[in-house]
C-alpha cells in the first residue's frame, strides 16, 4: 500500500503541471483514500494495545478460575480424608460386634457398603477434578508465555524507537534551534522542521540547509529498514497568493512533502515501499495562527516514523 502511494504521490508531482484537470482529480482522489488506509494503520497500534489489556484481563480470569479449582480440589481431599477416616472406625466397630449380633453385623455391612460405595465417588469426582486442573494449568501456563512474548516484543520495538530517536537527535545536533525538534511519543518518532530551515515562502523547493538535515536523517533511516516513514507537509492559514502554479495551500504542502520523499529517496538504502508523502495544508496546526510565532511553527514538515507490527500481528493471532 506504501509503494502504492508513493507512486501516486510521485506521479501527481511529475505530471500535474501535463495532465489534464481530471486525470489530476482522480490521481488526488486515489492518493486521498489511500491517505485513509494509511490513518487506519497508524490505529492499528492502539487496537493492538487494546488487545494486550484484554489479554491480561483474560489471564487473570484464567488464573481466578485455577485459583478456584485449586480451593475445591483440596475440599475434595479433607471430605474423601473423612469418609476415609469413618469407614476405617466402622471396621473397627464391625470387628468388635461381628460376635455380638448378626443384626448389628448386617448393619454395619450395610453402612460400609455405602461408605465404601461414597468413597469411589469421591475418589472419582478428586480425580476428574485434577484432570481439570491440570488442563487449567497447562492452559494458563500457555496464555501466560504468550503473553510474555507480546509483550516481549512490544518492548523491544519500544526500545527501538528510543534508540532511533537518540540517533536521529544526535545526527542533527547541528540543527537545534534553527526549527527542528525530535520527540517520542504513542510508539512513534515524530521529527518536525519549519519552514524556515527547508523552504522560501510559496516555494517548494529545498535550500542547501535544509537539504542537509534531510540527507543526514536519510543516514539514519538507511539504517532502520523496518520503519515507516510519513512525511506530512504543513502550513499557516494565509491563503496562497503564488504565481498560479499551485492550486492553494494543500496543494503546496503535499509538494513540500513530495520534495523531502525525493531527497530521502537519493539514499539508495532506504526503500521507496516505506516511504509516504502526504499534505495536510493548514488543517493540522500546532500553534495559533494568529501570531507571526504561531505561524512560523504551524509552517512545517513533520516526518513521523512509525515501528512494522506484522510480529505483534502474528502473535495476536496465534492466541
Excluded at 98 to 124: G, M, P, T, Y
Amino acid at each position: 500500500m506504501i509503494k502504492k502511494l508513493s507512486l501516486i504521490a510521485l506521479s501527481l508531482t511529475l505530471f500535474t503541471s501535463c495532465v489534464s484537470k481530471k486525470i489530476y482529480t482522480e490521481l488526488e482522489d486515489k492518493y486521498a483514500n489511500l491517505k485513509k488506509e494509511n490513518r487506519g494503520l497508524s490505529d492499528e497500534v492502539e487496537t493492538l494495545s487494546k488487545d494486550k489489556t484484554k489479554l491480561s484481563n483474560d489471564l487473570n480470569q484464567l488464573q481466578a478460575a485455577y485459583d478456584t479449582a485449586v480451593t475445591e480440589r483440596d475440599k475434595l481431599q479433607r471430605n474423601y480424608a473423612a469418609a476415609k477416616s469413618n469407614l476405617e472406625t466402622l471396621k473397627a466397630s464391625y470387628k468388635a460386634l461381628e460376635e455380638n449380633s448378626s443384626a448389628s453385623i448386617a448393619a454395619n455391612s450395610k453402612k460400609n457398603r455405602e461408605l465404601l460405595a461414597q468413597l469411589e465417588v469421591k475418589e472419582q469426582a478428586l480425580s476428574a477434578e485434577n484432570e481439570r486442573l491440570n488442563n487449567l494449568k497447562k492452559e494458563l501456563e500457555n496464555r501466560s508465555k504468550r503473553v510474555a512474548e507480546l509483550e516481549s516484543v512490544i518492548a523491544a520495538k519500544d526500545t527501538n524507537m528510543r534508540a532511533l530517536k537518540d540517533a536521529i537527535s544526535k545526527a542533527l545536533t547541528n540543527f537545534e534551534g534553527k526549527g527542528l525538534t525530535v520527540e517520542q511519543r504513542d510508539g512513534k518518532v515524530y521529527v518536525s522542521m519549519e519552514n524556515k530551515l527547508l523552504f522560501q515562502s510559496g516555494s517548494w523547493s529545498v535550500g542547501t540547509e535544509g537539504r542537509k538535515a534531510v540527507q543526514q536523517l536519510g543516514s539514519v533511516l538507511a539504517e532502520n529498514p523496518d520503519i515507516a516513514i510519513l512525511i506530512e507537509g504543513h502550513t499557516d492559514d494565509d491563503p496562497y497568493t503564488g504565481n498560479g502554479q499551485l492550486s492553494g495551500n494543500w496543494d503546496l504542502s503535499t509538494k513540500r512533502a513530495t520534495a523531502i520523499v525525493n531527497i530521502l529517496r537519493e539514499n539508495n538504502s532506504i526503500s521507496p515501499e516505506n516511504l509516504t508523502a502526504a499534505g495536510r495544508g493548514e488543517f493540522a496546526p500546532i500553534a495559533s495562527n494568529e501570531t507571526t510565532a504561531g505561524k512560523a511553527k504551524n509552517r512545517r514538515i513533520e516526518v513521523i516514523l512509525t515501528p512494522k507490527l506484522d510480529e505483534i500481528s502474528k502473535l495476536l493471532n496465534d492466541i
